[in-house]
C-alpha cells in the first residue's frame, strides 16, 4: 500500500517544447516503479502515473508510452517463462536420461532412488550422476551423497 502521505507531483508542467523529458520521465517512473518498488504496490502506483498520462495534454504521446512499456513488460515475462520452460524441460530430460542409465546397468531402479533422481533440480548434480551411471558397475558405486 503506498503510503497517503506520499506527495503528488504533476509532470504535466513540462510544456509542448519539452515533449521528451515528459516521455522519459513516464518511463523513468514506471522503471522506478517496477524495480524499486515493493511489488504489492505496482498496480496503485502504476494506476496514478496511467491517470497522470490521462490528465495530460500529452495525453496520446503518454498512451503510446503505457502501451509501449505493456508491450515490453509484457516481452520480458514471454521470456523469463521461456528460460524458465528451458530449464525445467533441460532438467526433466537429465532425470529421463539418469533414469534410463540406471535402468539398463541395474534393470529395476529402486524407488528410494527413483524418489531421489525425480526431486533433482540442479543440472550440474544430474550431469555428475549421468557420469557416474556410465562410469561404474553398479548403482551401489554411484555417490548419491555428494551435492
Known amino acids: 500500500m503506498v503510503p497517503t502521505e506520499t ?10 517544447d519539452h515533449i ?4 522519459r520521465a513516464i518511463f523513468y517512473l514506471y522503471l ?7 511489488s504489492g504496490e505496482h498496480d496503485e502506483l502504476k494506476a496514478l502515473v496511467h491517470q497522470e498520462v490521462q490528465q495530460s495534454v500529452h495525453r496520446e504521446e503518454g498512451e503510446v508510452l503505457v502501451q509501449t512499456m505493456a508491450d515490453y513488460l509484457f516481452e520480458q515475462g514471454q521470456k523469463q517463462g521461456e528460460k524458465i520452460g528451458e530449464k525445467r524441460g533441460e532438467t526433466r530430460a537429465r532425470r529421463e536420461v539418469l533414469l534410463r542409465l540406471l535402468s539398463l546397468k541395474s534393470g529395476d531402479v529402486p524407488e528410494p532412488i527413483r524418489k ?5 533440480r540442479s543440472l550440474s548434480r544430474l550431469d555428475s550422476l549421468i557420469e557416474q551411471a556410465v562410469t561404474t558397475k553398479t548403482l551401489e558405486e554411484i555417490n548419491w551423497d555428494n551435492g
Open 7 to 16: 506527495r503528488r507531483i504533476s509532470i504535466n508542467t513540462l510544456d509542448t
Open 20 to 23: 521528451g523529458q515528459w516521455r
Open 32 to 38: 522506478l516503479i517496477l524495480h524499486r518498488r515493493p
Open 116 to 120: 531421489k533422481v525425480s526431486g533433482m
